[in-house]
């Protein structure tokens, strides 16, 4: 998608949906292009950074708070592995 700066200034939330979401966003001045708006994840990639693997983990959307990732307190099931 191309903006002109005062389009992109004015629908600024919008630019940065679109790049969150994977598109590049070119902003133009005067009919030239100026500027790329792209997520932090592409850019990142483009500079060869890597993220650990927490890091990875924690840039993802969060839990419920609510949500009980504890282990169970009953007996294991039985499985039958011959068929």
Do not use: C
């Not at 932090?40 to 693997?53: A, C, D, H, K, N």
């Amino acid at each position: 998608m191309r903006w002109q700066v005062q389009e992109a200034k004015q629908r600024f939330s919008e630019v940065l949906r679109a790049a969150e979401g994977g598109d590049p966003q070119i902003v133009t001045k005067h009919g030239e292009e100026v500027a790329v708006v792209i997520g932090i994840v592409e850019y990142r990639r483009l500079r060869g950074e890597t993220l650990g693997f927490m890091d990875y983990l924690m840039s993802g959307p969060l839990l419920d708070e609510d949500l009980d990732l504890g282990r169970r307190n009953e007996p294991p099931r039985d499985i039958d592995l011959v068929g």
